[in-house]
């Protein structure tokens, strides 16, 4: 195959390939669970919310203070 006026084998090709997708489908991995990360923590804090742990703890430990 020929590019830029260079002969480059096609099994470079395919191989140039193979590492591009696996490098892709890698950092696929990672934003997912990154994704899965912040999904996990922000809906553990609207069920905390929710349960009213936060102003329980702002009730008992913040209002002496205050």
Do not use: K
Request: hydrophobic letters at 75%; a negative charge; glycine letters at 2%.
């Amino acid at each position: 195959m020929e590019f830029l006026s260079l002969s480059i084998p096609l099994w470079v090709i395919f191989l140039v390939v193979i590492i591009v997708l696996l490098l892709v489908w890698q950092f696929l991995r990672f934003t997912l669970r990154i994704f899965v990360f912040f999904f996990l923590f922000f809906a553990l804090l609207m069920i905390l919310d929710f349960i009213g742990v936060f102003s329980w703890i702002q009730e008992t430990f913040l209002s002496p203070f205050l």
